[in-house]
């Protein structure tokens, strides 16, 4: 079975040359070499590189280095400023680069419009349709808005990071999680919607292998079908909360999927939402 985390991030420790803008959750760095030893410590073969807004905002160099440093490894997802009239350049500029596989919005970002309607918005989704680019969502808050876009832009690939939903930064999860799953569950009736599973560990109230996600999980496996959802951890936001090897494996041992359902959500949808696959030669 191919396994391949949907949303990871790498960074090297603040240094003049390429400062941090803020700060993200996690260790002092996770460098590309590390990233990739963690991969082979719990057998995943590849994973969606997301330059992480938080250190770089619009600069996805160390990504960039990171992928020639690991060729085959690492799909690359650069996020864009809806607010640059020059947004479509820079995607056409993304799509030419090596490596790539997509852009991002954080759209529940202070400054960014609550408009479906905003023209930067659109742009950014026109864009990246013209490419059969996927464009990933950051859209915690803003579910209702992420489904107007998708009906805008039909021809857009749209994938919704993390569940949509509100994550913790640490212990304990939310008293209700998942309070807001009817929202992403409407955005269902939009074709071109997938759902990243990415970090869902986070939001159990139980001790690993976190039994209590499941449930609510199918609910969303259900209304969209596994062909449209796709596994990842999050790493390395979630270092306080769980282990890289348990946000993996709570999806392995589990009894909730059979081995073909595993294989489509810890792979297969990714590789084919994508068009990517991880190479280890």
């Known amino acids: 079975m191919l396994t391949i985390d949907s949303q990871v991030h790498t960074y090297e420790r603040n240094h003049p040359g390429r400062p941090w803008a803020s700060v993200l959750r996690g260790p002092p760095e996770v460098t590309g070499d590390d990233m990739v030893a963690a991969m082979d410590a719990v057998g995943v073969d590849g994973a969606l590189l997301v330059s992480p807004f938080a250190m770089y905002r619009y600069d996805a160099s160390y990504a960039l280095e990171v992928y020639a440093a690991h060729p085959g490894r690492f799909g690359l997802i650069k996020p864009v ?11 056409d ?3 030419a ?5 997509g852009v991002r919005i954080m759209l529940n970002r202070e400054g960014v419009s609550t408009d ?3 023209p930067g918005l659109n742009r950014v989704l026109a864009a990246a349709a013209r490419h059969s680019l996927p464009v990933n969502l950051m859209a915690t808050g803003r579910l209702e808005q992420a489904g107007a876009l998708a009906a805008r832009n039909p021809n857009a690939s749209v994938v919704i990071d993390h569940l949509g939903l509100p994550q913790p930064h640490e212990p304990p ?3 209700a999680p998942f309070a807001d799953l009817p929202k992403l569950l409407a955005l269902a009736a939009r074709e071109n919607v997938t759902v990243k599973i990415s970090g869902a560990c986070t939001l159990s109230h139980e001790a690993f292998p976190y039994k209590d996600i499941w449930d609510p999980l199918w609910r969303i496996f259900d209304v969209f079908g596994l062909n449209r959802c796709m596994w990842g951890t999050d790493w390395t936001r979630a270092v306080d909360v769980l282990t890289y090897q348990q946000g993996v494996e709570a999806f392995r041992v589990t009894d909730r999927l059979s ?6 959500l810890m792979g297969e949808t990714l590789r084919r939402v994508y068009r990517w696959a991880p190479s280890k030669g």
Request: aromatic share 4%.
């Open 81 to 91: 400023d809806p607010s640059d009239p020059g947004v479509a350049d820079t995607i």
């Open 93 to 95: 500029a993304w799509v």
């Open 97 to 101: 680069t090596k490596g790539t596989v």
């Open 116 to 118: 479906a309607a905003d």
């Open 173 to 175: 999860a939310p008293p």
């Open 259 to 264: 081995d073909s359902e595993r294989a489509t």
